[in-house]
């Protein structure tokens, strides 16, 4: 069973950055595609960003390209978001999704297994 821990979340203001981490238990990450989603009360969770196995194709919403960044450190079992000139449309608690595929998908239903989010505030 694949054990996800997100951390990184807090409270910034408009334009400041944030690093997330996706910490997984499993022996086998490698093997995984990783993604993160992010979901406001009321609202299904969205795609924020995806990546395969190796690191080598990635994807991202319209909403954060140019902005934030995915990648991933195989060695150390960790995912990792970086979120730059943040807005306050970007308020959400953030999820890290693992798919037990080599590529990526933008779809949360192709995910197998999720961490239990940390909070992304932006203040105006």
């Known amino acids: 069973q694949v054990q996800l821990v997100e951390s990184g979340g807090g409270l910034v203001q408009v334009g400041d950055s944030l690093r997330l981490s996706c910490a997984a238990s499993?022996?086998?990450?490698?093997?995984?595609?990783m993604g993160w989603f992010r979901q406001v009360p009321g609202k299904e969770r969205e795609f924020v960003g995806g990546i395969s196995w190796s690191g080598g194709d990635t994807a991202y919403a319209d909403s954060v390209k140019g902005r934030f960044t995915i990648s991933r450190d195989n060695a150390k079992n960790t995912v990792y978001l970086q979120m730059n000139s943040l807005k306050p449309e970007d308020t959400a608690v953030y999820y890290c999704?693992?798919?037990?595929?080599?590529?990526?998908?933008?779809?949360?239903?192709?995910?197998?297994?999720w961490g239990q989010g940390t909070q992304v505030t932006v203040s105006s």
């Open positions: 999704g693992a798919r037990q595929r080599f590529w990526l998908s933008t779809s949360k239903v192709d995910y197998d297994y």
């Open positions: 499993e022996r086998t990450f490698s093997n995984y595609a």
